[in-house]
């Protein structure tokens, strides 16, 4: 599974972004599908998961700025940020989990898109 990132960029505090990924491959299933974030200097974390049944997992930290949707016929995921702030600067990376026909999964990563927001 190859995923492709677009939409990352520099705005301003209280602006919004939106990030989109597209996942391309052969596999059995890709699920869930999501975007984790690293700062400098920190270590990566989750902002947020969505599964193929429509099950949304949230950090705390954008929860009522930040939210996800997928395509599952297109395997997209996109990423909508509102009123971002400068804590939110980072690298997104797109996640993918996929299984093939065997049952075996496996851990995809895009190459990661920065977003920076100036104050």
């Known amino acids: 599974v190859e995923l492709a990132e677009t939409g990352g960029g520099v705005v301003q505090t209280g602006e919004s972004l939106r990030l989109s990924c597209a996942a391309s491959?052969?596999?059995?299933?890709?699920?869930?599908m999501g975007w984790y974030r690293q700062a400098p200097g920190k270590q990566r974390d989750l902002v947020a998961t969505?599964?193929?049944?429509?099950?949304?997992n949230l950090a705390d930290s954008v929860k009522g700025r930040f939210t996800i949707s997928r395509d599952i016929v297109k395997n997209t995921v996109h990423l909508q940020m509102n009123r971002l702030r400068p804590e939110d600067t980072a690298v997104y990376y797109c996640?993918?989990?996929?299984?093939?026909?065997?049952?075996?999964?496996?851990?995809?990563w895009g190459q990661g898109t920065q977003v920076t927001v100036t104050s």
């Open positions: 969505i599964t193929s049944g429509g099950t949304i």
């Open positions: 996640n993918a989990v996929g299984r093939d026909y065997g049952g075996a999964k496996y851990t995809f």
């Open positions: 491959g052969s596999f059995f299933s890709i699920d869930p």
